[in-house]
């Protein structure tokens, strides 16, 4: 089955311990990105990757990390978080050729005290 | 800079009446406008893909379509079922997906 795939799903940390987020993806797509989403806000990018080895910032990328060394993987570091952070997270994945629509996955839920 | 805005914010239809969601764009570029849905708590569900104005897309009570300057998402006789956040994005040339705020429909039967 065609998926993308987060983990964890919920996660309670505390402020400034350095904390992962996995998204991986078995579609072979080369587009890759993280969200934010927050009420009233809507979804926010944070990341996105077009390509092994290719990252760039989206809006609201200040405190976030990634990295994108396999084309399946594309993990969201916060090395250290503040309650600012708490939010409802989603990855994504797309091909770079057809109709570019983005498959999501399930959420991560984070809160940081 | 991109930009994407969904009217109106909230929709409360009763089943079988019919009505129009707006997603008005500026984007560098267009490659793609994109619908999606999200229910509470899951990550949102794609819909359609529209690339050119005059473009239309339909699926079962969904039809979308798509000018210059702004998508409509037309919800024909909904269905409590159709309750859910409809999603507006739009994806210019540097890549970048844009979304709109999102319209929260509620059906009620």
């Known amino acids: 089955e065609a998926q993308v795939t987060q983990n964890p799903r919920y996660l309670i940390t505390v402020t400034g311990k350095k904390l992962t987020v996995t998204c991986s993806q078995n579609m072979n797509h080369e587009y890759m990105s993280w969200y934010r989403q927050d009420p009233g806000l809507g979804l926010r990018q944070i990341y996105y990757?077009?390509?092994?080895?290719?990252?760039d910032k989206g809006d609201v990328p200040e405190g976030y990390k990634v990295s994108r060394k396999e084309k399946r993987n594309f993990p969201l570091i916060l090395e250290s978080p503040s309650p600012n952070q708490t939010s409802l997270y989603f990855c994504?994945?797309?091909?770079?050729?057809?109709?570019?629509?983005?498959?999501f996955g399930p959420g991560t839920r984070l809160t940081v005290t | 800079e991109d930009q994407v805005t969904q009217s109106p914010e909230a929709l409360r239809l009763q089943e079988g009446e019919s009505s129009s969601l707006n997603c008005s764009y500026t984007v560098s570029g267009l490659r793609g406008l994109f619908w999606y849905r999200q229910d509470p708590g899951k990550g949102p569900e794609f819909l359609f893909t529209l690339y050119s104005a005059g473009e239309e897309k339909e699926k079962e009570r969904l039809k979308a379509t798509l000018t210059k300057k702004e998508s409509f998402l037309h919800i024909t006789a909904p269905k409590p079922e159709d309750s859910a956040t409809y999603l507006c994005?739009?994806?210019?040339?540097?890549?970048?997906?844009?979304f709109g705020a999102g319209t929260q429909v509620v059906v009620t039967p």
């Open positions: 994005a739009v994806q210019g040339s540097w890549g970048k997906l844009q």
């Open positions: 994504a994945s797309s091909s770079l050729g057809g109709s570019y629509e983005q498959y």
């Open positions: 990757s077009m390509n092994v080895e290719v990252t």
